[in-house]
């Protein structure tokens, strides 16, 4: 692609005037950066999967300021969807409605359905509110790589192929949000983030989970998806990444030399991994592990040991891209 002199800007109504000018824009959301373009215009659109590098068919989900403007990006709300909206909007939700024809077929990788989220970022809101229009912004990095949450990372890269970068600062839940699918007769769980099945559940008791088996039949048949993150890989680092319950095992000095750990507990720093970070708590863990999978790049490491989340909270999310990001 013709490489591109991409702006490093701090202005909101900057960022908002080159995506109606079909431009592209990498802003803070509380989840990861995400690079903004508008969704009812099909070369912008295509312009951005060029971008990324990102498979025609791994649909895209549409930003909007404000719940009540659902209508930009959908032809219908179910009382399952409002609720939910309701209940976590704006934050870190991803509810799957039937389309509105003005969307373009690209963002829904031609599905009769999209995903609408609020974000709850100041930044975001602002540069959605002065657009006006709604806007696809999958996450900001190449496609395959860990998501980017600092601008640094961002422009590590996609600076050269997107026309402008925020420079804001890091965002505070570090993993994508939670997606549900509200088009049919069963609300369902398609995607973990920081909202859990169980806060779901409260709200829409009907809600389940998108079961292993089902992703699996999905992707050997290639059946289509209506949500981003589940048949393709993600979040991987060039280094190598094993998930361990605990510690790892023993291994050489030679091994460690090359080698990263991260992790919550139980682990001395002063190790001679070549890369070591213990995080403080579950939330840090998952702030952070992006970051720290692109740090291990930086620094040549050649694989990482990734100590696996528990089974709670936003640890379901980050469990899932962990397993991910080691190729599961």
């Not at 280094?239 to 992790?263: H, R, T, W, Y």
């Not at 403080?280 to 930086?298: I, N, P, Q, T």
Request: net charge negative; aromatic share 6%; with cysteine.
């Amino acid at each position: 692609m013709r490489r591109l002199l991409t702006e490093y800007i701090h202005s909101p109504e900057r960022a908002a005037k080159i995506i109606r000018d079909g431009g592209l824009v990498a802003f803070p959301t509380e989840t990861v950066f995400g690079i903004g373009v508008d969704a009812t215009n099909g070369d912008a659109v295509a312009k951005l999967f060029e971008a990324k590098g990102r498979p025609s068919d791994n649909p895209l989900i549409v930003h909007l300021d404000d719940p009540a403007h659902w209508a930009r990006a959908a032809s219908d709300l179910p009382g399952v969807a409002e609720a939910l909206l309701d209940a976590f909007c704006p934050g870190p939700l991803t509810v799957v409605l039937p389309k509105r024809p003005t969307i373009s077929e690209q963002v829904t990788a031609g599905l009769t359905t999209v995903g609408i989220r609020i974000p709850d970022h100041p930044i975001a809101r602002e540069i959605l509110q002065l657009a006006a229009v709604p806007v696809a912004a999958p996450s900001a990095n190449r496609s395959g790589r860990p998501s980017g949450t600092t601008w640094q990372s961002v422009s590590e890269d996609l600076d050269g192929r997107i026309d402008a970068i925020f420079k804001a600062n890091s965002t505070t839940i570090g993993i994508e949000s939670t997606v549900v699918d509200c088009s049919g007769s069963q609300p369902v769980l398609l995607r973990p983030g920081a909202i859990t099945l169980e806060q779901l559940q409260k709200h829409a008791p009907q809600t389940k989970q998108l079961g292993t088996q089902d992703k699996r039949r999905m992707i050997v048949s290639g059946e289509q998806v209506n949500s981003p993150g589940i048949l393709h890989p993600h979040y991987q680092p060039n280094a190598k990444v094993i998930m361990v319950d605990g510690l790892p095992p023993e291994i050489s000095n030679d091994v460690l030399a090359v080698s990263a750990f991260c992790g919550i507990e139980g682990f001395d720093e002063s190790h001679d991994f070549a890369l070591c970070k213990i995080f403080e708590s579950l939330e840090s863990y998952a702030a952070g592990f992006y970051e720290f999978l692109r740090e291990v790049d930086r620094q040549s490491v050649q694989r990482v040991f990734v100590q696996a989340a528990p089974d709670e909270g936003i640890g379901r999310a980050l469990r899932d891209r962990q397993r991910r990001a080691a190729g599961g």
